[in-house]
């Protein structure tokens, strides 16, 4: 820590900074700068709570539950807590921590061995704790989820996943991990993840309209209908898509109503009704940095926050904001998102459920309440400068994409007739992959229902667009042995060897 040398301005800072008084009408300010936002972002609808102090000081809903239709979303409408999930699984195995059934510090191997992993060393070393904070060497496999592959499955092919980097080297956020750390719970408590956390976090708090699935909360009278823009300006309604597998990484669905308890339990060392969840030291164990966060793993916000540093709790995200630590996650599902922030030492914290793809208005609105309620500030407008960083990040990448487009080898034709490239091919890690043709064109299936149109590009390149047209298009490259027979594809940096 940097010395410091110059104690008396230090003090004279600080108590200025306190002098100052809030805006006036700050939840008028903030109303107001949610639906600016909501306009410049395109957003549909959104529920806001923040809590300071112990208290709700604010807390509404703005547009609809779904474009096109009247219904409102209101703070008691569920959406979507996605990786916001992780921040309640971490205490999930804290409070087995704390029974004695658990040490952080605890092989995975001894634990639950099921899980193998690729490298022996990490397969041996890897504690309880590592499950957590996406340092363990696991590279980013979420297509095994996307392709609905059932828990077990998952967790006996993440023996074939190559190490990404070396163990505890460095940090790469993945999915996985967090599903084993659910099947942990299910081996060392008895009771499957989705009841451990119902009945140890949801009942406790008077959570009653919490769920641990979409499933399980289907009875609810109002959900969020998730929603994507195509084409940079027309916002749809897209089809959700329940993968049960991810369960523990995120698959909670709840709404203001009910999250803000969850805060202000967290804001409170976990005190609840006169007991506490968490012993005081795992609670600190839960904003305790665990792991440094690459830049490239981190959010493009920090380009205009600037954070002097950034970790990962376990469960959380974390960094300095204009002295303070935040505590922060973000939770994305195709078409939903949230945003989960706290500062503990000023008993602060905003949660935001919002229905469009990747809007990062959460983003900006998590800073925003921060100004204004931590630092009685109104001078940023993160919303503005956000989106146009965002749009830039966007245009970049679209431009990329142009430029690679304009390569294109006009008047090629494939090597070989298009039957020929027919066939049943696999990935050792992801499973089965077909391709078919449909009259005189292919198409390529893969598991969970996936099913992409395939038009020639140039040579042996095709242009692979998704029935969810929502997915990134992409480019699927066929290749050949020394017959000049086709032998595999690469699509999406993944190879798939033809097995007939």
């Known amino acids: 820590m940097r010395k410091l040398f110059f104690p008396v301005l230090l003090v004279f800072c600080i108590s200025t900074q306190a002098q100052k008084k809030a805006p006036e009408n700050t939840t008028t300010i903030f109303d107001n700068y949610v639906q600016e ?14 809590v300071k102090d112990g208290n709700i000081v604010f807390k509404k809903g703005y547009g609809v539950a779904e474009v096109g239709k009247p219904a409102p979303f209101t703070t008691s409408t569920l959406s979507i807590c996605a990786s916001t999930t992780k921040a309640m699984t971490a205490a999930c195995i804290g409070m087995l921590v704390d029974e004695g059934k658990l040490k952080w510090t605890d092989k995975v191997s001894d634990v639950y061995p099921a899980l193998k992993l690729y490298d022996n060393y990490v397969n041996s070393e890897l504690t ?14 979420d297509l095994l989820w996307v392709e609905g592959y059932p828990l077990d499955t998952i967790i006996q092919k993440m023996r074939l996943i190559k190490p ?23 081996k060392v408590s008895g009771k499957p993840w989705s ?5 140890r976090i949801f009942t406790p708090l ?60 967290l804001l409170d060392s976990t005190k609840i ?3 506490r969840l968490l012993k005081p030291e795992t609670y600190a164990a839960l904003f305790t940095p665990q792991a440094m966060v690459t830049p490239e793993e981190f959010y493009p916000t920090a380009k205009l926050t600037k954070p002097h540093w950034k970790t ?19 939770g994305s599902l195709d078409g939903a998102v949230a945003i989960c922030g706290l500062i503990n030492d000023e008993h602060f914290g905003v ?30 407008d993160w919303s503005t400068d956000m989106y146009a960083m965002y749009k830039g990040l966007h245009d970049a990448a679209k431009k990329q994409e142009k430029d690679f487009e304009a390569k294109r080898v006009l008047n090629t034709q494939p090597s070989l007739s298009l039957k020929d490239y027919a066939g049943t091919y696999n990935n050792e890690l992801f499973g089965n992959a077909w391709v078919t043709l449909n009259n005189d064109s292919l198409a390529l299936s893969l598991p969970n229902n996936i099913h992409i149109k395939l038009s020639h590009w140039h040579y042996n390149t095709f242009l692979a667009k998704f029935d969810y047209e929502w997915y990134s298009k992409d480019w699927l490259t066929f290749n050949f042995d020394a017959a000049g027979k086709v032998s595999s594809f690469i699509l999406g940096g993944v190879q798939y060897d033809r097995k007939e």
């Open 351 to 380: 949660y935001i459920f919002a229905n469009l793809d990747h809007t990062e208005l959460r983003h900006a609105l998590m800073y925003k309440a921060m100004d204004l309620w931590v630092f009685n500030d109104n001078k940023n």
């Open 128 to 141: 309880v704790k590592d499950l957590l904070t996406h340092n363990a060497g696991l590279g980013n496999a």
């Open 37 to 50: 936002g909501l306009k410049l972002w395109k957003t549909p609808g959104m529920s806001i709570v923040v």
């Open 312 to 330: 990962y709790g376990l469960g959380w995200f974390q960094e300095d904001y204009r002295g303070k630590m935040v505590n922060f996650h973000t």
């Open 195 to 199: 009841e451990f956390i119902k009945e």
């Open 206 to 265: 008077g959570m009653q309209h919490t769920y641990p699935s979409y499933s399980a909360s289907i009875n609810e009278p109002s959900h969020i209908t998730p929603h994507f823009i195509f084409d940079d300006t027309v916002v749809k309604p897209i089809q959700y898509i329940e993968v049960k597998s991810v369960d523990a990484a995120g698959a909670v669905w709840s709404c203001a109503d009910d999250i803000n308890k969850w805060m202000l339990c």
């Open 164 to 186: 990404a980097y070396s163990f505890r080297s460095s940090f790469i956020y993945q999915n996985l991990m967090y599903m084993v750390a659910g099947e942990v719970i299910h």
């Open 273 to 275: 009704n006169g007991t």
